[in-house]
């Protein structure tokens, strides 16, 4: 059973930090491409960073580049996300999504239920 879970949000002041991680489970983790996608309140969905299957090549929206890291350990079969610097309109429920190609480009064939970051003084 695929399964993508995430984990690590909560509450945090603005121009502090959060690290997010997705375990990964019933699928090949290192083959496939993965990204993380947020949706604000009352907002669609919006892409943030993806990562090709082998960690090579990464990529970042211009709203979180030099504050996101997202990186990936194929051993632990897990994605994270590190923010720094966080501001309030990062307050979002964050999505792990997976891609069977070694590209992080959707359409992805897994997501997972998400975590609630909520940036605020």
């Known amino acids: 059973q695929v399964q993508l879970a995430e984990s690590g949000g909560g509450l945090a002041q603005p121009g502090g930090s959060l690290r997010l991680s997705c375990a990964a489970s019933g699928f090949t983790f290192s083959r496939y491409g993965m990204s993380w996608a947020r949706q604000a309140p009352g907002k669609g969905l919006e892409w943030v960073s993806g990562?090709?299957?082998?960690?090579?090549?990464?990529y970042d929206a211009d709203s979180v580049k030099g504050r996101f890291t997202i990186s990936r350990d194929n051993a632990k079969n897990t994605l994270y996300l590190e923010m720094n610097s966080l501001k309030p309109e990062d307050t979002a429920v964050y999505y792990c999504?997976?891609?069977?190609?070694?590209?992080?480009?959707?359409?992805?064939?897994?997501w997972g239920q998400g975590t609630q970051v909520t940036v605020s003084s």
């Open positions: 999504a997976a891609v069977s190609a070694p590209l992080c480009q959707g359409p992805y064939d897994y």
């Open positions: 990562i090709y299957s082998d960690g090579s090549v990464k």
